[in-house]
């Protein structure tokens, strides 16, 4: 995790927002991960490693903001992150991928269900590129902050709890699927 001055460098990548990167001295990290939606993906072979933070589920909801940005969106955003890494060497059967986000917030009644539903974006596009969720860390009342490490590929998910709403105990899901070899 050192570059050659033996200092981390620290990207940040805010909302809507994507970095890829294959320096080991690297790290990626993204804040306020509400209902927004991050995935990092690192390929442990070639050493490259990726991190998008979107906004809104499905870009045909707002084409010209989708047109201008479209990283804002789950469909749009994790496809370019996908893309990017499969143009530097990537390749899907070696992904470690982690998921954070996709809480509720704002949104006590459940009418809007922005964090559902990018959570439900994403995972068919991986399902549709034949890729597994390796951790996940998603759901409840929490904001999320996420670091990929470039010189190990390990993803670090940091958990905030919410105060505007104290009576609310669902803190979300953290969940291993996969054995790490």
């Not at 390796?134 to 470039?150: A, H, K, P």
Request: glycine share 10%; with cysteine; proline share 3%.
């Amino acid at each position: 995790m050192r570059s050659e001055g033996g200092h981390a460098v620290v990207y940040t990548v805010g909302i809507s927002d994507m970095k890829v990167s294959d320096n080991a001295s690297d790290v990626l990290v993204t804040h306020s991960l509400g209902s927004c939606i991050g995935l990092s993906l690192y390929d442990p072979e070639i050493g490259v490693g990726g991190l998008v933070h979107c906004m809104m589920p499905v870009s045909k909801l707002d084409p010209v903001k989708a047109a201008a940005n479209p990283l804002m969106f789950t469909d749009t955003g994790v496809t370019s992150l996908l893309k990017s890494m499969f143009e530097r060497g990537a390749n899907r059967r070696r992904l470690v991928v982690t998921v954070a986000g996709a809480g509720s917030l704002l949104d006590e009644k459940g009418f809007f269900k922005i964090g559902e539903k990018n959570y439900t974006i994403l995972r068919k596009i991986l399902w549709k590129n034949d890729i597994l969720i390796s951790e996940q860390d998603v759901g409840g009342n929490i904001v999320r902050t996420m670091y990929l490490y470039m010189d190990t590929g390990k993803t670090v998910i940091k958990r905030n709890l919410m105060t505007m709403n104290p009576v609310q105990t669902d803190v979300g899901q953290r969940t291993r699927l996969k054995e790490e070899a």
